[in-house]
């Protein structure tokens, strides 16, 4: 199997300045990719994806980049608000086409200072 | 539209005890999933069910099994609780090959 980590546990970062949030992942057959953004009590919620055939995804305020060649997707957050505050998990799902669960790192947590 | 719905929201079992944890979804996904989180974990899998009336092991299922009822429901049954149970578990659902959608956990504590 894969797994997916994050480099850092905690990010602290000033409202309205730029977040960037890195994940590696080990199984060159991962295709697949999601974060997430998980609020205190709350299930995790569905940010961006990305397939193993894209290298950038641009959703609203958040960008998601992949290089397979290093195995490394990061989450950008433009001008960060006090609302993104919040653990970000990334998963990864293996090709295959099955309905197999996704792989999740442990998480970071994203802190906002005024 | 309710997306996933999990109930009960917290529980508290004693060693040996068994309960029953339900998901329901009305998106009218096939796959469902059930996930454990630890604290300063990610989420880890337990069982999962690609279609109505299959089901099958994730990354940790001992101690639990499922059940897919129909297409809404799975549920996720613990026989005899050990506190080695006591978790946040996330149900989700999804079209295959697509984002999953999460339920709001049901908060877990075996004594």
């Known amino acids: 199997g894969e797994s997916v980590g994050l480099h850092l546990p905690t990010l602290s970062v000033q409202e309205g300045d730029n977040s960037i949030i890195n994940c590696a992942y080990s199984?060159?057959?991962?295709?697949?990719f999601i974060w997430y953004k998980q609020e205190s009590g709350k299930g995790p919620q569905f940010i961006i994806d990305i397939r193993s055939n894209m290298d950038k995804r641009q959703g609203q305020r958040v960008t998601v980049l992949l290089n397979k060649t290093v195995k490394h997707l990061s989450l950008q957050i433009a001008a960060t608000q006090p609302g993104d505050s919040a653990v970000y998990f990334c998963?990864?799902?293996?090709?295959?086409?099955?309905?197999?669960?996704?792989?999740f790192g442990k998480g970071t947590h994203l802190i906002i200072q005024p | 539209n309710a997306g996933v719905t999990q109930t009960p929201k917290f529980q508290v079992l004693k060693t040996g005890q068994s309960m029953t944890l339900q998901c329901a979804q009305d998106m009218n996904h096939n796959s469902m999933y059930w996930y454990r989180q630890d604290p300063g974990m990610g989420l880890r899998l337990i069982y999962y069910s690609a279609s109505e009336g299959t089901t099958d092991k994730g990354e940790v299922p001992n101690g639990y099994n499922v059940s897919r009822l129909n297409k809404r429901e799975f549920s996720l049954r613990l026989e005899s609780a050990a506190p080695s149970q006591t978790s946040v578990y996330f149900c989700?659902?999804?079209?295959?090959?697509?984002?999953?959608?999460f339920g709001p956990g049901t908060r877990l504590t075996v004594t």
């Open positions: 199984n060159s057959a991962s295709d697949y």
């Open positions: 998963a990864g799902q293996d090709s295959g086409g099955g309905a197999d669960g996704l792989t």
């Open positions: 989700a659902s999804s079209v295959v090959g697509y984002e999953q959608y």
